[in-house]
């Protein structure tokens, strides 16, 4: 995931006229390791594309449309999975952003210096905890909390909607959604955190020496100032929930269908991937098509952050703030 | 990083040299026990090496295997690695010449078998799979048929006091709820005997899913391995899964006795998985032969359980094929085992584990079979 922050535009120092070996070493070195980068991309994409061939020959772009997606004939479409990957992550995003904020608000602004610092390493530490283990406790904790409470009291009062109606499984889409909003909480609060925290102080004691209240000083001369920051810690979020694999794996039903109701199990990119990678032999249509999966994975990750750079870019001037 | 106060500089170049200090005592330590490790090989430190033998595949069999390899160490030092890879790993490893032996459910295909025609087919076990439900309040094993089971994975099928489940279970009462489907998310041999079942048993299956190691399946939601299966059964009342023999007996679940091709409801256990294989052991192939359409569901005799299948072994003919490691020391233990293993001390070992013993007509099939193996052209059992 590409940080959408705002780089500075430094320049690379003249060249030292009295240059050393050493110097030269070192800048050979790490001239390697950023043209390393840009082939390991190039080499990541070309393997797939050769990988992924037969696929893209029998189906061409229809595989992107289709919602076929059966071994035993040989059909293959990515539909499902495009569309299990978006609504989960927007679950996520719709969940989990407002709580983030408010942990990163509570933390940044608010809270008593003394318990600040143990708050701030508990939510780094949500945010190193391996996804398996959110996976091992969606399964075990959060499929029950859900099937047996949450679930049928949506059914219940929200019932009317067709994404709320239906058998509820108890490993299903919505589920899927929620282990990633509170997958993505830690990394999303942690950096709008960090980009609060960048807010000089003098924005704050002007807000308040205007006689501005408390909430009225954040929403205007912090919230404001470090937009960007937030923005890019949500596109952050985005990126985890887009690409998270096991969790989702493990609570999401597996279903290669797309369904009305949110109930339904359903399939992830990165799900039927790590499903179905040990099938299909070398060269055959089925692991094309698997391979093709990841293709589409990548690229619809490359197009979201060429889309949240450009939305940085467009509606955020010059002048403001956030992470350097 | 340790953070502190928000307007102190985070940059602490002591900190980072400590790190840096770190990390190379790290990677000197690893480079010393790695190359500490080469040597003792190169001078022979270490002892002569015992031999390994290299397999992986079904994760049905896995259980067993490691039992087989235990007890096979103990009596001959040969260490034998299983991974439960999964039946079509096992199968893609074992072409790609990277194991010494591949596990299977499901025989190789007749363009598998036609590409690699001096791969052997092995039957090493025997097993059950049973179909699992979670209904609270009901007895352990109510009836269902293959048409119905079919259904029920149709989508045709959705509540449990259907009148078809209801009639063939009298005196039982089913709650209304629906029934919650649940199947294998990888690529599994179990799902290759059950929807090879379920293909005998309806037409509609057949012409709407077919049989595989992974198929569409019009409802119901996945989880991965017979052990994933049976915790989502166990996890929702009014689910329904495929499951291995030898899972449900482990996690003490339900399931249910099915109709077999003689009319009689039979529940799976080893005597009648065991009778299953034994009604189609004499139309067997040769070991070098097509076995991709071997299959034992289905299979006649009065207390045979329709939902069985012979565990594969795949081992080649001629086994100085490899580009490198095999040697006639190893060859001549690959085949020791093989001999060992569907022998009877092997097969009644397996039987503890809810294995079911081969017919001694397999047996007999096999030692043929393993007759023909051969290093350089020589065979390596008498």
Redo the contacts between chains.
């Keep these: 995931m590409v940080f959408p922050f705002r780089r500075g535009t430094r320049r690379a120092l003249p060249h030292p006229t009295g240059s050393s070996w050493g110097d030269l070493l070192f800048q050979a070195g790490s001239g390697a390791a950023g043209f390393a980068i840009l082939v390991l991309l190039a080499l990541l994409a070309v393997v797939l594309a050769i990988n992924a061939l037969p696929s893209f020959r029998a189906f061409g772009f229809g595989f992107l449309g289709s919602t076929?997606?059966?071994?035993?004939?040989d059909e293959f479409g990515a539909l499902p999975f495009i569309y299990g990957t978006l609504l989960t992550s927007a679950i996520a995003l719709v969940l989990g952003v407002p709580v983030s904020l408010g942990i990163a608000i509570f933390v940044a602004e608010l809270c008593p210096g003394s318990i600040r610092?143990p708050l701030?390493y508990l939510v780094e530490l949500l945010a190193a905890v391996p996804s398996v283990v959110y996976g091992l406790w969606g399964?075990f904790v959060l499929?029950?909390l859900l099937?047996t409470y949450v679930s049928p009291a949506l059914q219940g009062t929200l019932g009317f909607l067709p994404i709320f109606q239906g058998?509820i499984?108890?490993?299903?889409l919505f589920t899927a959604g929620v282990i990633l909003a509170i997958m993505i909480i830690p990394t999303v609060s942690a950096v709008s955190r960090d980009a609060l925290?960048a807010v000089p102080q003098h924005q704050r004691e002007a807000a308040l020496s205007l006689g501005a209240t408390r909430w009225e000083s954040i929403r205007i001369a912090v919230l404001s100032y470090a937009r960007s920051g937030i923005f890019g810690a949500v596109m952050l979020g985005f990126g985890r929930a887009f690409g998270e694999t096991m969790a989702v794996?493990m609570v999401i039903?597996?279903?290669?269908a797309i369904s009305v109701s949110w109930f339904a199990?359903a399939q992830t990119l990165s799900s039927i991937i790590a499903?179905?990678a040990?099938?299909?032999?070398?060269g055959s249509l089925e692991l094309g098509a698997i391979v093709e999966l990841g293709l589409v994975l990548m690229l619809v990750a490359f197009l979201i952050n060429v889309f949240a750079r450009l939305m940085v870019w467009r509606f955020l001037g010059k002048r403001e703030g956030g992470l350097e | 990083m340790k953070r502190t106060q928000e307007n102190e500089p985070t940059l602490q170049p002591q900190r980072s040299r400590r790190g840096l200090w770190i990390v190379i005592g790290v990677i000197a330590v690893v480079v010393i026990i790695v190359v500490a490790g080469a040597l003792t090989n190169w001078f022979g430190l270490g002892g002569p090496s015992p031999i390994q033998l290299n397999g992986a595949g079904s994760s049905f069999a896995f259980p067993l295997m490691s039992a087989w390899s235990t007890q096979y160490k103990a009596l001959t030092g040969v260490q034998i690695n299983y991974q439960a890879t999964g039946s079509g790993a096992g199968i893609n490893a074992v072409i790609a010449k990277n194991l010494d032996f591949g596990g299977t459910d499901a025989p190789l295909d007749a363009t598998q078998h036609t590409q690699n025609p001096t791969l052997l087919t092995i039957p090493e076990s025997l097993g059950a799979v049973t179909v699992a439900y979670n209904l609270p309040g009901l007895p352990a094993h109510i009836n269902l048929t293959g048409p119905i089971v079919a259904n029920i994975y149709l989508g045709v099928t959705t509540k449990w006091n259907d009148a078809n489940i209801t009639t063939i279970n009298p005196g039982i009462t089913f709650p209304s709820t629906s029934i919650f489907v649940q199947y294998r998310s990888d690529s599994s041999g179990t799902t290759f005997v059950f929807t090879d079942y379920l293909s005998k048993a309806s037409a509609q299956f057949a012409a709407q899913v077919g049989k595989g190691k992974l198929v569409a399946w019009p409802v119901g939601s996945g989880a991965p391995q017979n052990q994933g299966v049976a915790n989502a059964v166990k996890g929702q009342a009014g689910a329904i899964g495929y499951v291995e023999l030898a899972y449900v007996v482990q996690n003490s679940m339900s399931y249910a006795k099915i109709k077999n091709a003689a009319g009689s409801y039979i529940l799976p256990d080893l005597n009648s998985t065991a009778a299953a294989a034994a009604s189609a052991a004499g139309s067997l192939p040769a070991g070098n032969g097509d076995w991709s359409q071997v299959s034992i569901t289905n299979a006649t005799g009065s207390s045979s359980y329709p939902i069985a299948t012979f565990t594969y072994l795949l081992v080649y003919q001629e086994l100085n094929i490899y580009p490198s490691g095999m040697t006639q020391a190893k060859a001549k233990a690959l085949v020791d085992f093989l001999r060992w293993a569907v022998d009877n001390v092997a097969q009644t070992a397996a039987a503890s584990l809810t294995y079911a013993p081969l017919p001694a007509s397999v047996v007999t099939l096999d030692v043929t079979t393993i007759r023909t193996i051969t290093f350089n052209g020589v065979a390596l059992l008498p």
């Design positions: 076929a997606w059966n071994p035993v004939r610092v701030t399964l499929v029950p099937t058998q499984y108890d490993r299903n925290l794996t039903g597996n279903r290669n199990p499903n179905s040990r099938e299909g032999a070398a």
